[in-house]
């Protein structure tokens, strides 16, 4: 039986068969138009017999957009009435049993997946779309590429590059971990409730070498945290917390990593924010 996907009339009359009102607390804007997750999934590049992670499923349409490619979905849903109800859903839209697992959880707290993932693909909710992706960056190192449906200036500035206006920690933290692209927009008009924003679909794709150990990720991370804490001043005052405790100790640091002391950590690379974390070691 091939699978099918859930139009909007099956979607509303679901959410209603579960007292489910969407709720901006959890980002709860379905999608009820079958183009666009066909398209999220398409963008993606999903395959048959790839395992695929995606987070906050909801009612289950992008999972069945999923699923439809032959590929296996883990689901991490934190709404207990939407994950209780995902299988049974996806069995009456012809999905093989064993093709989909359902975890019952915050997407931030699980450090777990069953199936090694190496994709993920999530219509993420608003408020949680650049921890989530950092977490399961960090906690998943079998995720080797993904396609996220995120809030547009969330989206720009996860693609940003150094010395561009939306460029911030987010952008050095995300670039980190690999590439990233921006996609393509996405109407509004696809969602239930319409949202107040503007959605993107934002790509990555991991670096087959890791930048450093977890230590190094920390150390580094904290740097960044700094230089946009202060975004407006020079590194070796922003980062003299940091770096020593004084600003001559943060210049002689950023000195011996190749960075000027007056440099603002918006002109910085990832590279460059590793080396000053190496130095300062
Ligand atoms: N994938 C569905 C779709 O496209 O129609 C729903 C997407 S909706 C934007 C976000 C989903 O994430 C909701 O189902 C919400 O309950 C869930 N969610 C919110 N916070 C979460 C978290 N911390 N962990 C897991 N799921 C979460």
């Given at each position: 039986?091939p699978v ?35 398209r999220?999934?398409a ?9 695929v992670?995606?987070?906050g499923?909801?009612?289950?349409s992008?999972?069945?957009a999923?699923?439809?490619t032959?590929?296996s979905?883990?689901?991490?849903e934190?709404d ?9 859903t ?19 707290r ?5 199936g090694?993932?190496t ?14 992706l ?17 809030q ?5 500035r996860?693609?940003?590059?150094p ?55 920390v ?15 020079m ?19 950023l ?27």
């Amino acid at each position: 039986m091939p699978v099918t996907l859930l139009g909007a009339s099956e979607i509303r009359a679901l959410a209603a068969e579960l007292d489910v009102t969407p709720t901006k607390k959890l980002g709860q804007n379905f999608v009820v138009d079958a183009n666009t997750v066909r398209r999220i999934v398409a963008v993606a590049g999903v395959r048959a017999g790839e395992r695929v992670v995606e987070v906050g499923p909801g009612l289950g349409s992008l999972t069945l957009a999923i699923l439809e490619t032959g590929a296996s979905v883990t689901a991490v849903e934190i709404d207990h009435r939407l994950a209780a109800r995902l299988s049974q859903t996806a069995a009456a839209h012809g999905v093989d049993a064993r093709s989909l697992d359902v975890v019952d959880a915050d997407a931030l707290r699980i450090t777990d997946l069953p199936g090694d993932p190496t994709v993920l693909v999530a219509n993420l909710p608003y408020n949680v779309s650049v921890p989530v992706l950092l977490h399961f960056l960090e906690h998943f190192p079998s995720l080797a590429r993904g396609v996220v449906m995120v809030q547009a200036e969330v989206g720009e500035r996860l693609a940003a590059p150094p010395g561009s206006k939306t460029y911030g920690a987010p952008s050095v933290k995300a670039a980190w971990y690999g590439r990233w692209r921006l996609a393509g927009m996405v109407s509004r008009q696809v969602f239930w409730p319409v949202p107040n924003v503007d959605s993107v679909l934002v790509g990555f794709e991991r670096d087959a070498q890791e930048r450093g150990t977890d230590e190094e990720r920390v150390r580094t991370f904290r740097i960044v945290d700094a230089a946009f804490q202060q975004r407006r001043k020079m590194l070796r005052q922003a980062l003299s917390g940091v770096l020593g405790g004084t600003s001559a100790e943060a210049s002689a640091v950023l000195e011996a990593a190749g960075v000027a002391p007056t440099a603002r950590g918006e002109e910085l690379s990832i590279d460059d924010f590793v080396r000053i974390a190496a130095s300062a070691a």
